[in-house]
């Protein structure tokens, strides 16, 4: 168990700079995310055309890893359908939960999570994003919890 | 660290290290280092005393309670009744009738409103708690009041997490029927002005109900002098086993109550047309009840008068000292819970950086430290923050754990930057 696997450069910057941050007006879709454990709240609005995300946004309050995960993965599926970001969804739970496994060669900047399965206790909070976002797009509104 | 704080030593003699032996689990290390067990108030460690007394019960002993005329079913029955006995000298209180195992503060709690108050109350009618409770004692009173439709009222505390007592007063009115404080916030450290509150409301009629959670491994708890109505306190804050926890209730309003669960032990006769109830304290004992864990709790009550409640104090406030001044040192750290009168329990944020991070750091230096609202939502609300980390502190801690707390928190600060 190593810190710097867990906060590298990448994490540690889009953590003090995240990206897309804010909202959208008159989203198409929006869904609130909620960790009760730890107190973290985001909101995720959508821009959609057809079934494609043409913009994405977050706000919220949380730790380091939930907010680079959070910026990260919004850069990762705007532009995207929804079957390419199911893909993708697929792709980093598999990296935040299999001991061992190696990040698939299409993540990009997501494989940074990796160090994250290392720490049990901070897997939800790299995976609040996703489950959000996948909350707001099968549901167009909707708050969701890890607990 | 400073050297002037750490030369203030404490005015008892106290001798940790020979403590620290008594823990077994002190020993450990995690993650290569050494464990900095600093969550106290989350869940103390046992020592070995506790730990036996647990063991002999469990290899010797154990039998069911109140049943059976064999040996063992005495032997178990004389321990169990015996650690009754133990918990009423501990908080002086006046028999054993008056003290109900439970499983713990929570427990105890939710028997008092189930059974004393959702019987009672009922529209216009009104449970005052503070700003500052813990889940366990906020929740139970709303559901009283989504059962009966009596209203719940808060009374607030200011910037320091202090209870605005006149506030509290003003809230109080012949429709206050019920008073349930925390002694001791667990978020915050802050020590309530106890005997000032069980005076007003007393005044006013209601009956006070205390969450001790936090006091009882601090100081010294005695029932009648208090005057507090209702008590309620676990034994694995005390160094006790989990599992099990103590309500103390005034007999008079204990024998008025009716039962809350129904079942064994709780009975004297059962037919299918009517049952009659056990005497107290049985009648709120419906089961078999946690003898071990009665039995582990006696053996930490034994342990802490030992060592001595207020040489424990004594240090733990010592530590409070050093650890709030080195803390109050490191740039970007707010204390959060400053009050005048505080219990070991320091709570602090740190600009740029979210508790969690800063938990999972400290972890990796072997800081065991709690992080997170605390169940204690609308505190973390209160002082506009998700959450805390917070370190507190226990009879076996030390001045160097404070230096290595500080030290973790330097490595938040390199790698958070």
């Known amino acids: 168990m190593e810190l710097k696997d867990l906060y590298r450069d990448v994490i540690l910057d889009h953590n003090r700079t995240p990206r897309n941050f804010g909202h959208i007006e008159n989203p198409d879709a929006r869904a609130d995310g909620h960790n009760p454990l730890c107190g973290d709240r985001l909101t995720i609005s959508l821009r959609l055309n057809g079934d494609r995300v043409e913009d994405v946004r977050f706000e919220g309050k949380g730790c380091a890893i939930s907010t680079a995960s959070a910026s990260m993965m919004t850069e990762a599926v705007k532009g995207k359908d929804r079957a390419a970001i199911g893909e993708l969804f697929t792709k980093v739970h598999t990296l935040l939960t299999e001991q061992g496994s190696m990040p698939a060669p299409d993540l990009g900047k997501l494989a940074a999570l990796s160090g994250v399965r290392e720490f049990p206790a901070r897997v939800k909070c790299a995976s609040l994003c996703w489950h959000t976002l996948n909350a707001a797009l099968e549901q167009g509104n909707a708050t969701i919890s890890t607990e | ?417």
């Open chain 2, 1 to 417: 660290m400073a050297a002037n704080v750490l030369q203030s030593a404490p005015a008892q003699t106290y001798d940790v290290e020979r403590v620290r032996r008594d823990f077994p689990i002190l020993a450990r290390h995690v993650h290569g280092k050494p464990l900095v067990y600093l969550d106290s108030a989350a869940s103390s460690q046992r020592p070995l005393p506790v730990i036996e007394a647990v063991v002999r019960y469990e290899k010797n002993s154990h039998s069911n309670v109140h049943r059976g005329v064999h040996a063992l079913s005495q032997e178990a029955t004389e321990a169990f009744e015996g650690a009754r006995d133990r918990v009423r000298r501990f908080i002086n209180a006046h028999s054993t009738r008056e003290i109900i195992f439970t499983r713990g503060t929570t427990e105890a709690i939710n028997l008092v409103a189930q059974s004393y108050a959702r019987s009672r109350f009922g529209k216009g009618d009104e449970i005052l708690i503070t700003a500052l409770e813990h889940h366990a004692n906020i929740v139970p009173w709303q559901m009283v009041c989504e059962q009966t439709g009596c209203t719940l009222k808060v009374a607030p505390i200011d910037r320091r997490g202090e209870l605005l007592l006149d506030r509290f007063v003003e809230l109080l009115s012949p429709r206050t029927k019920l008073v349930a404080v925390a002694h001791v916030s667990n978020a915050l450290g802050t020590v309530l002005p106890l005997k000032r509150i069980v005076e007003a409301a007393h005044a006013h009629g209601a009956v006070v109900l205390v969450d001790g959670a936090q006091a009882v491994p601090h100081s010294r708890v005695d029932v009648r002098a208090l005057e507090a109505d209702f008590y309620a306190f676990s034994s694995h804050k005390l160094y006790g086993p989990t599992g099990i926890g103590v309500l103390y209730g005034r007999d008079s309003l204990l024998e008025a109550m009716p039962p809350w669960q129904g079942g064994g032990d709780m009975i004297r006769t059962v037919t299918f047309e009517r049952s009659t109830y056990n005497d107290l304290p049985w009648k709120f004992e419906a089961g078999t009840p946690n003898m071990s864990g009665a039995v582990g709790l006696a053996a930490a009550m034994d342990y802490v008068d030992e060592l001595g409640l207020d040489a424990i104090a004594g240090h733990e406030q010592h530590l409070l000292k050093v650890a709030t001044s080195e803390l109050t040192r490191i740039p970007g750290i707010e204390i959060i819970g400053t009050a005048a009168h505080k219990a070991s329990v320091l709570s602090f944020t740190m600009t740029g950086v979210h508790p969690h991070d800063i938990g999972t750091i400290l972890d990796a230096e072997g800081v065991a430290v709690r992080t997170g609202h605390h169940c204690a939502m609308p505190v973390m609300e209160f002082f506009e923050v998700p959450a805390t980390a917070r370190a507190s502190f226990g009879c076996y801690n030390t001045v160097e754990e404070v230096g290595k707390l500080v030290a973790a928190l330097q490595k938040v600060r390199e790698v958070f930057g």
